[in-house]
């Protein structure tokens, strides 16, 4: 079976912040992530963004990424289904 784009993205987040086993898993759409998360830095961002494409095979250039991208859980997975083209 395919994992689909949010089961990826969870895995990701998972994996590059060192997240407690489910954390992730409870995220909604508004769960604040950068400024909320204590994990994700300014210097896990880079760490994040690279295992994003890495492992959603997409290019992310850098006049995409901006405050809102990594808002929130939501924004950021829109963007993620977004550059995949499905979800």
Known sequence: MTKTTDQLLR??????????PGQAAEFSAATGLFG???????MAVAGLLTEMEDRLHIVIEDDEIDGELLETYGSLLTFAQSKRGHP
């Not at 895995?11 to 407690?20: A, E, M, T």
């Open 36 to 42: 909320h998360l204590p994990e994700l830095d300014s």
């Open 11 to 20: 895995r990701i987040l998972s994996d590059v912040l060192g997240l407690r």
